[in-house]
């Protein structure tokens, strides 16, 4: 088999089951995976609009407001018009979101704990370069750079997972 070809594979194959895992643990929650991610996002980086969400997700539709729409009517996020422009309208986790998105990450956590048992004190780097120059050629370059700072910012301890 061509090496990269093999390599493309496996990296969609992992994609399959990291989707099929983080589902599987988000669904006690009453969550699907994107709409964890969403949760996540959010608490990340808002309060924040529509667009600068969807500019934060890789989506299959590319935009996210259906998979909004059903975390406002679920009580987890809301919708508010900004008070510096009141034609923007932000969007911002209610408590009960608050709440749910620790528990989401916590979820997500566990699942990232399990890859680390599994791979060992393997050295990930000069994979996640390969991958880094690999995305710099697609539509998602600016988004996971995007979401690698808000994680960092977030907790310096993220880099040492990165």
């Known amino acids: ?57 890789i989506a299959e539709a590319g935009h996210p407001s259906r998979l909004v729409d059903r975390l406002v009517d679920a009580g987890l996020v809301e919708r508010r018009a900004a008070s510096a422009d009141r034609r923007r ?10 709440r749910l998105q620790k528990r989401a990450a916590e979820a997500r956590e566990g699942i990232l704990d399990l890859a680390r048992e599994l791979l060992g004190d393997r050295d990930l780097k000069p994979v996640v370069q390969v991958l880094r120059d690999l995305v710099q050629y697609t539509q998602f370059s600016e988004l996971v750079a995007r979401r ?8 310096p301890s993220a880099r040492a997972h990165s």
């Open 89 to 98: 309208v932000e969007l911002s986790l209610t408590s009960r979101g608050r």
């Open 1 to 57: 088999m061509d090496p990269l070809f093999e390599f493309a594979l496996s990296v969609k194959a992992i994609h399959r089951e990291l989707e099929r895992q983080t589902n599987d643990a988000m669904r006690p929650l009453g969550l699907t995976g994107p709409q964890a991610d969403a949760l996540l996002v959010i608490g990340q980086a808002g309060p924040l609009s529509l667009k600068e969400l969807g500019d934060l997700l």
């Open 148 to 155: 690698r700072e808000l994680l960092e910012a977030e907790a």
